[in-house]
């Protein structure tokens, strides 16, 4: 048995099981998970400078975001880190389903039909070479 106040043990057992990896994740992104996924496919695996080029000159309005996710997630390997980015590469990469919003649209003869916007939670993982 454990030792200690259970705040401790668990304070102790999180400073172990931490990440180490720098990663960056938005949640409740407007954009819908299938949608997310074929940019992120695209991304997978690559270094950071290539994946900048492909989400630049990707015309899918995800790529816009996942290109300001991926930005963040190099700022956060060189500031919290101590990486170079130019070593970095995409180890990780997905999209989990959010909540989604529904609408109502009017319709003929008085139906209304439903509208689900849908959100996803996106997370990208980098690592060095």
Known sequence: MAKGHRSQIKRERNQN???T???AKLSYA???VQKACYVLDAIR???VETAIGILSYNPRYASSIILKLLQSA???AEN???MNPEDLYIEECFANKGPTMKRIRPRAQGRAYRI???MSHITIILNER
């Open 17 to 19: 099981q931490r990440e």
């Open 21 to 23: 990896r720098p990663s």
């Open 30 to 32: 407007r954009v819908s």
């Open 45 to 47: 695996g690559k270094d």
């Open 74 to 76: 190099i700022a956060n």
């Open 80 to 82: 919290n880190h101590d």
């Open 116 to 118: 689900e916007k849908r």
